[in-house]
């Protein structure tokens, strides 16, 4: 469904063509002084690299009272610029592979084929407002999350973008079915193009000796390394939180590629306009969001 | 917490060493005949390859009348044997390096220090017994994990396990933070020792070009490739869904430990007694488990 | 908090004297193309009686493509109108007899003092939109309330609805916890003034003797008479599903009444403008709403 | 489903002459060190009155350390005693009238016919338990119900229950939908037999004036009647919290009544053995212990 927390939560709606994106905050604790430039900032950080300008302004229709929050739902909405639509109509009876036309066809009968509708990631501009919310409700807990690696100069690219924790204290997350890795795995995962994740040493760590991989305990309780990401049985140690997400490249390739129309035949498309031929320079505020909401779900 | 699922839902309870491990399922369908041998044919998968020869019986407590469900909550009930449990006394207060002991009690003040306790790998037995049940539940739906790689011979091993689910149809799965892969990493996420999780092509993907990983069309709906690992935008496209989990070494290492003592000091621990020193033979059938629960979840 | 629902969930949010009022519906099945007179004419019932005249537009944000459902989240904003929130100024730092006020500062520590904010009659306006939305879902299932009784004619006034929903199947509702008539009682004290609640008979079956009391059969599976207002077991045998809610009288007084200060003292107001002496008339509407809310959350 | 709670979550299960009844609870606070002898007086109280002698012993599975709570699943046990289980051959095909017997098979197509199964007062047993423990986790709050009518001398009776919370400081509660009076109504509700529900005045307050009804402030905050029922906009206002419950006669007449037959006949029934006529009684232990799990999710 559309909405993640369950203390803390965010439910987003929008389409990318429609008339608004945006979501409800619910579970936000009162008495907030929002700061707006930092959230307006984190908005900055998620258009940069992109083709199209992108100013999103955050109309605030609900649970705030001279910028403080009332612990009530926070409603906001973000307008949508409908650049050409007619553009999109030739994508009506078109599933563009490597994207979500055919999925959400087979999903729902029915979809918004206007530049991604739903599926596009223009729906994570509600998640890097609530996001930037979020961090301010955790402070003086921190997040920051870079690029990692790209990928290779070819017609699009993906990558791998780091990120890492500070400031939490032991004893944050839950046993079994509610693990801090878990909540950030899923977290994560439901980022557009997201398709690996790992904490701490990851996928190397299945290739280590286990005394190689042990983090062994100083005196005061912190370890010497850091390879378990700073989570045991699912609960913070106190050590940094971190963990990798793997993106791969933007699958809207700029030659042209054969679609599967809905009468079942094959039919090329060359899509024009500007595309970005890689978002992984735009995923760090988004990881961010995402992880602070996880973190904000379990501290409020 | 300690419940996985919405509408089929698994809570599991229980320690390594008081008396039972078990669960509750809630929202498994009415009129299902239970195939009793298959269940226990993936309980003895699971004690495979242990040491300690493990022959668990189920006990149900309720839900069936003559093997057939009611549509009403099935409970179960998994007896502990409790070898020597004085050997752990002295762990009552040592934090030993890499296991959850140190988590659990800034957690919560308290923690059963036999065995691990709520945190030991014995957990998963009832995620098997409802794994199970959950197969037949999704059935003609298909799902088969195995052994993908395996750490070096060190002291102890991790490794990574592949799991391909066949006979999935088009369009399960939901759009933004419900999405499969989201599901699926959360749920493998949870599992002892998982530290790493990729669909389809995963962390390769972040390091190919946009026209290497994007999957084409063939004219029938399914595709060449299967890069993405049969999800879209969160949804099932028809195609096998695929996916790899990455465990960590085994952290009960075989030689003597720095442990850190409650009262702050550092002191030596060798751990006797028969151990794993891999438990990645018997993580296929948790990982099959996990994603049958995901799946039945969604299906029901 | 702010969302009722499992599969069909709406969440509202806004205050009575903020931008806007409104809410998100999730989980609403597509392809439904939506009745826009129905839900119009719903809002009207709500605005009826009103000494102010209330023309509520709905402002779609997403979730329809030409008015059919997409079965993403459908959005949607009602303006507000600020009469004179001047008017308010004085309430800031009192509390009314009979209000919510006192209980909010306790919860929060903050409040929006205009107009009742949160708590104001006026987020039901969001409920009728979606429950309108709701009805359309589950027809032809049907469900019509109506004033049952008025309280006397005093200074204010409060009422009894009888609700009789028509055209459900038998086995619609779920045992222990998810009964059916638990879910419509929960649903209707949820309702602004809502103070009592009973199924059937209600009350009086607690004055019945047994054989006055049980429903007899008929051959073809109905009953001579519905004292158990249409569910055993939590669960719909196929009658009318029957019910009253009770309405305590409106407690903004027309007279002089002494408010509690937030620094501890006893003070008098008058509250001008004009206001509704019975709220009663409008409530058919609502307690419609969240019926539909209730049965689609079952249904879909 | 057969979960209430979010945060102190009670999943119970078991039908009335499977193995056994019981239930997890999932999110009790841990280093409670649980006063047994208090949970045996509650399973007493729900005993007393009934026609056949039942001392039930509680089998306690995991969850606990030398009988102080973990933080862990509470998983607990009370076995079944099968009196004849034969005597209940006959009802396989016959459906009760005012029993679930219908209903269940409607939505099921399958159930346990000896002795009501899932829909069997019985169940209530697992809720005392938990009860019993949630009033030890909100204490110093207190929670005191007793029969407060009775209905006539007849073949079988209801009648009503009165609960009274004390101690509950104000700002307990959520507005919109999770309003304390909405949650106690819901869990009432679930009660068997249960079948009105008011809060404070109730069904009086629809016939009071708003002078009469309003609750005018003392200067410390409290008030000088309590029609309200301690409640305002959903949360707790410092007031007792007090409430009634409706319950319906005993649906078990002790004469002959005609059942519906599973195809489609009508045939005369006279059940033998002993039966309760009437079970109000036992209730207020009952409510109470529904009382404590609406509050314990709001306070721990």
Known sequence: MNSIGTHFR???YGESHGLAVGGI???CPSRVALDF????ADLRRRADGAPREEEDEVEWLSGLKEGVTLGTPIAFSIGNRHARPEDYARLEHLYRPGHADYTYEARYGIRDHRGGGRASARETVARVVAGAIAKQVIAPVSIHAEVDTLGPEGDTRGGTVVCRIEGLKAGVGNPIFGKLGALLAHAMMT???AIGFEMGAGFAAAQMSGSEFVDRWNGDGSTRTNHCGGVQGGISNGMPVEFR???HPVVTLPSEVECLTDDGRLE???IGGRHDSCQVMRAPVIVEAMAALTLADLMV
Chains 1, 2, 3, 4 share one sequence.
């Open 10 to 12: 965010l439910t987003t």
């Open 25 to 27: 905050i619910d579970g």
């Open 37 to 40: 430039e930092a959230i307006a």
């Open 191 to 193: 980022i557009p193009s």
């Open 245 to 247: 997400v793997a993106f």
């Open 268 to 270: 090329p498309l060359t």
